[in-house]
């Protein structure tokens, strides 16, 4: 069966991709998660949180970091929270909530698929979306277009992240850019793969194995 990849390019001022963040810290990985990118998809489709994403869990993921991202950490804080003591419950306290980003991050996702009805569907979304495109949160708005011009090629991840132009330069790539791939047998454990819609905020694991654009070229 054939397969094809979509790239997109995931650039901003700050971006911001959790997926273990606990009370009212808000963590962020180095990388985009695989909920994140299909939350942005599904803002580009029109689909609402309660609808089914089965094909979109389905597709393989891939992350080459073209550049990396600076870690931020921003203070914000809530008032009127509700919060139980002494078995009452005041509504005037104020919560300070540390949020993490990524600062001028820039990453090349592949989207791995052999529906190219799909692929395509998404890329015509993403060039016109029912709703904004973020990267992670709300606030965190894309500085150039997410779509990339023959963003969809005939190969499989690997072939794919290692042969595209770096986003930055615009020149080869280089060697010893890293890059994430989504691997059914090995790698390490990210509890980001959506098995329902998001409404429910149900996500299992996958295994992500890092690895070089050299060794994907088998140098």
Known sequence: MSVATLLLR???PLQSWGTSSRFDERETQLEPSK?????????ALGRDRHELIDDLAALRMGVRVDQEGLLMRDFQTATGVAIAADGKVQRDRTVV???FYLADAV?????????????????????????PLCLGRKACLPSVPVCLSDGIVGH????????????VSG?????????????????????DQPIAPFAMRRFGPR???TTTVAELRGG
């Open 10 to 12: 995931l650039q901003g």
């Open 35 to 43: 909920s994140g990118v299909l939350g942005l998809v599904c803002a």
């Open 97 to 99: 909530s540390p949020r």
């Open 107 to 131: 990453f090349l996702v592949g989207l791995q698929g052999a529906d190219a009805a799909l692929l395509e569907c998404i890329q015509s979304a993403c060039l016109r979306p029912v709703w």
């Open 156 to 167: 499989e991840l690997e072939p794919a992240l290692s042969r595209w132009p770096d986003l």
């Open 171 to 191: 020149a080869s790539i280089s060697e010893d850019k890293r890059v994430l791939l989504e691997d059914a047998a090995a790698g390490s454990v990210r509890l």
């Open 207 to 209: 295994f992500v194995r």
